[in-house]
């Protein structure tokens, strides 16, 4: 069981949008913790996405955004592409675990 | 350009002790503000923090494995090791070394490839 939750599947036709929730709570995300998004293609280290809740890494399409709104986070992909199936994992940090947190990681499927 | 890697026995029997090294490059673990930590990844399952360290020596681990889990410094100044004991089966997983970057936000900026690990008598 993850602090914080993700929907375990998710899916898209190429060009639409599609957004990943991560619930967490007032100790995590609701305190003010920041978020990070990890992208994990199959058989592969995770890459950071997103971090410090909005911002992207160099080299990391425009197409890709973060975003909070009190004990959640959303990952929002827009103009969605067969490269982009794969697992996302949001990530922040917990005060009363003293300890970084994940999700549990939402497939992408691009239909 | 930053590089990790993990190296160490790819099965273990339970209850035995895990020792796993990251042999790191492009940065120093005396930059203030770096962190290295340890994350792994049980077959088709969650990402799981371990633990840090941290350029000043600071350690902080994960508080379900705090009895577990210690990470030091190797005896080469471009090293971590993790060390695990009282493996079990369900400590079956892909067991991944990570750099943490602070600028304007602190966050995991480079992985290394992982190493898997079984716990299997």
């Known amino acids: 069981q993850s602090v914080l939750t993700q929907p375990p599947s998710v899916s898209g036709a190429p060009g639409q949008r599609v957004t990943i929730s991560c619930t967490g709570s007032?100790?995590?995300?609701?305190?003010?913790?920041?978020v990070q998004w990890y992208q994990q293609l199959p058989g592969t280290a995770p890459k950071v996405l997103i971090y410090?809740?909005?911002n992207r890494p160099s080299g990391v399409p425009d197409r890709f955004s973060g975003s909070n709104s009190g004990t959640s986070a959303s990952l929002a992909i827009t103009g969605l592409q067969a490269e982009d199936e794969a697992e996302y994992f949001c990530?922040?940090?917990?005060?009363?675990?003293?300890?970084?947190?994940f999700g549990g990681g939402t497939k992408l499927a691009v239909l | 350009q930053i590089t990790l890697k993990e190296s160490g026995p790819t099965l273990v029997k339970p209850t035995q002790t895990l020792t796993l090294t990251c042999t790191f490059s492009?940065?120093?673990?005396?930059?203030?503000?770096?962190?290295m930590g340890w994350i792994r990844q049980p077959p088709g399952k969650a990402l799981e923090w371990l633990g840090f360290?941290?350029?000043?020596?600071?350690?902080r681990y994960s508080p379900s494995l705090r009895s577990r889990v210690t990470i030091t410094k190797g005896t080469s100044k471009n090293q971590v090791v993790l060390i695990m004991t009282n493996l079990d089966p369900v400590d079956t997983a892909t067991y991944y070394c990570?750099?943490?970057?602070?600028?304007?936000?602190?966050?995991?900026?480079?992985w290394g490839q992982g190493t898997l690990v079984t716990v299997s008598s």
């Open positions: 007032s100790s995590n995300i609701g305190a003010g913790y920041e």
């Open positions: 990530q922040s940090y917990d005060s009363s675990l003293s300890g970084l947190v």
């Open positions: 360290i941290y350029w000043n020596d600071e350690k």
């Open positions: 990570a750099h943490r970057t602070c600028t304007s936000s602190c966050f995991i900026d480079y």
């Open positions: 410090g809740n909005n």
């Open positions: 492009g940065f120093s673990l005396t930059t203030s503000g770096v962190g």
